[in-house]
T-cell receptor, first 115, second 116 residues
Framework: KAGVTQTPRYLIKTRGQQVTLSCSPI?????VSWYQQTPGQGLQFLFE???????NKGNFPGRFSGRQFSNSRSEMNVSTLELGDSALYLC??????????????FGPGTRLTVL | AQKITQTQPGMFVQEKEAVTLDCTYD???????LFWYKQPSSGEMIFLIY??????QNATEGRYSLNFQKARKSANLVISASQLGDSAMYFC?????????????FGTGTSLTVIP
């Protein structure tokens, strides 16, 4: 089975722009979560989608949004980028059933740099 | 709010030796899940081990074991027979009590360096 894929891997934007990141989960996984990782704040949960519905949301401003499609692929969008949005954005998928239901499988991440 | 604490920013271990990475957590709920992840320099998070709060035995996965002390609210990761490839960041994480989702809270991580 192919792992979690994220595109693009690297992205450079300027302040005020918006960006869309994409995540394709492992086939059969219906739960997709997004995390932001920065040196200062560490790993922080953004949101989780399950069957096209946002199930959980972290403490981030409304500029951060996401969605999930019927094939479980997910996108996250950040509008009006700020310098502090520079981070590694990680996507993770979970089978939610079966012997590995407690695991999250992470993608390689998208490294976003805001100039 | 749930809190995960990893007090060792950096650790060194000799190759083939065992090492313990500390993790304490704070929750008042009896039901929760604890996880350890490894993050090599490539950035990808790799699942290592899981411990449920009601599990009677400490979890083990190959060279990884979790020293779960519920009363002390600690979930230390033990890596036996360290290998050079074990050099990475290690994160302890908790799934919130009663959560059916994948909203994880992560500690700040411990950087492990294995010395040949």
């Amino acid at each position: 089975k192919a792992g979690v894929t994220q595109t693009p891997r690297y992205l450079i934007k300027t302040r005020g722009q918006q960006v869309t990141l994409s995540c394709s989960p492992i086939s059969g996984h219906r739960s997709v979560s997004w995390y932001q990782q920065t040196p200062g704040q560490g790993l922080q949960f953004l949101f989780e989608y399950f069957s096209e519905t946002q199930r959980n949301k972290g403490n981030f401003p409304g500029r951060f949004s996401g969605r999930q499609f019927s094939n479980s692929r997910s996108e996250m969008n950040v509008s009006t980028l700020e310098l502090g949005d520079s981070a590694l954005y990680l996507c993770a998928s979970s089978p939610f059933t079966g012997p590995r239901r407690n695991e999250q499988f992470f993608g390689p991440g998208t490294r976003l740099t805001v100039l | 709010a749930q809190k995960i604490t990893q007090t060792q920013p950096g650790m060194f271990v000799q190759e083939k030796e065992a090492v313990t990475l500390d993790c304490t957590y704070d929750t008042s709920d009896p039901s929760y899940g604890l996880f350890w992840y490894k993050q090599p320099s490539s950035g990808e998070m790799i699942f290592l081990i899981y411990q449920g709060s009601y599990d009677q035995q400490n979890a083990t996965e190959g060279r990884y074991s979790l020293n779960f002390q519920k009363a002390r609210k600690s979930a230390n990761l033990v890596i036996s027979a360290s290998q050079l490839g074990d050099s990475a960041m290690y994160f302890c994480a908790m799934r919130p009590p009663g959560s059916t989702g994948n909203q994880f809270y992560f500690g700040t991580g411990t950087s492990l360096t294995v010395i040949p």
